[in-house]
């Protein structure tokens, strides 16, 4: 299989005052397209700042991330933007869809960043279709569930088949049965549309049914 993911030797600091507060010291992975890692580890371990480096949120201080043979780092913040874009999708524990749009419009907003000739429209319903929400495409959150808004930041996550998806605590504010339905969405939907998956959790059931797991402790990463 294709490699999805490298990472050589990525380190990432914070300045608190005249303190130097090493989070990352050093991460070295690589990853294949298909594959479901998730990363585990204490709070304050590190893993929410792996996900927004893999997520060209932030660029790490030294060190070289490649996704899908590209270094994003090396590009110029309006290719960057296009390449988050085009490659990536987040899902997070919080579904932060716009209360003012309906599930349709929120699962669509990512396509609105570099508008095309495309219509989007068909593939957004069939993802709400295939989240189970067919019949409630024109429904704001305000008139959906918990659980049935996390399915549509799935959706949403998709919508422009990115290769990567980032999910961090996709699960954290559900209840346990509501977070088995998305989850079983989401590994189902990662599988048909063939990314590579990469979630942070807290939770060992939502972790074990990755096909890897690396845990974080003290700025490094070891497959566990």
Same mark, same amino acid.
């Given at each position: 299989?294709?490699? %999805?993911?490298?990472?050589?030797?990525? #380190?990432?600091?914070?300045?608190?005052?005249? =303190?130097?507060?090493?989070?990352?010291? @050093?991460?070295?992975?690589?990853?294949?397209?298909? =594959?479901?890692?998730?990363?585990? @580890?204490?709070?304050?371990?590190?893993?929410?700042?792996?996900? /927004?480096?893999?997520? &060209?949120?932030? %660029?790490?201080?030294?060190? =070289?991330?490649?996704?899908?043979? *590209?270094? !994003?780092?090396?590009?110029?913040?309006?290719?960057?933007?296009?390449? #988050?874009?085009?490659?990536?999708?987040?899902?997070?524990? *919080?579904? /932060?869809?716009? !209360? =003012?749009?309906? $599930?349709?419009?929120?699962?669509?907003?990512?396509?609105?960043?570099?508008?095309?000739?495309?219509?989007?429209?068909?593939?957004?319903?069939?993802?709400?279709? $295939?989240?189970?929400?067919?019949?409630?495409?024109? /429904?704001?959150?305000?008139?959906? +569930?918990? @659980?049935?808004?996390?399915?549509? $930041?799935?959706? #949403?996550?998709?919508?422009?088949?990115?290769?990567?998806?980032?999910?961090?605590? !996709?699960?954290?504010?559900?209840?346990? *049965?509501? %977070?088995? &339905?998305? $989850?079983?969405?989401?590994?189902?939907? /990662?599988?048909?549309?063939?990314?590579?998956?990469?979630?942070?959790?807290?939770?060992?059931?939502?972790?074990? #049914?990755?096909?890897?797991?690396?845990?974080? +402790?003290?700025?490094?990463?070891?497959? %566990?």
């Amino acid at each position: 299989m294709a490699i %999805a993911l490298a990472l050589s030797n990525v #380190r990432k600091h914070f300045s608190r005052g005249d =303190q130097t507060i090493e989070i990352l010291r @050093g991460i070295s992975l690589t990853a294949e397209v298909g =594959q479901s890692l998730a990363v585990v @580890g204490p709070s304050g371990s590190g893993k929410s700042t792996l996900l /927004h480096l893999l997520g &060209t949120l932030e %660029a790490p201080d030294a060190g =070289q991330i490649a996704i899908g043979g *590209q270094d !994003p780092n090396a590009l110029s913040e309006p290719e960057l933007a296009r390449f #988050r874009n085009e490659h990536i999708g987040f899902v997070f524990q *919080q579904h /932060h869809l716009l !209360p =003012q749009y309906s $599930a349709l419009e929120n699962t669509l907003l990512p396509t609105l960043a570099f508008p095309s000739d495309r219509d989007h429209r068909p593939r957004a319903r069939d993802l709400l279709a $295939a989240v189970g929400l067919a019949g409630r495409i024109d /429904h704001r959150p305000g008139e959906l +569930s918990g @659980g049935e808004c996390q399915r549509v $930041a799935v959706a #949403r996550a998709l919508i422009n088949r990115p290769g990567l998806l980032l999910c961090d605590e !996709p699960t954290g504010s559900l209840d346990r *049965q509501t %977070a088995t &339905t998305v $989850a079983d969405l989401l590994f189902t939907l /990662h599988r048909a549309e063939d990314t590579l998956l990469v979630v942070v959790t807290h939770d060992p059931e939502l972790a074990a #049914r990755c096909d890897r797991r690396l845990e974080l +402790s003290e700025g490094l990463c070891v497959e %566990a």
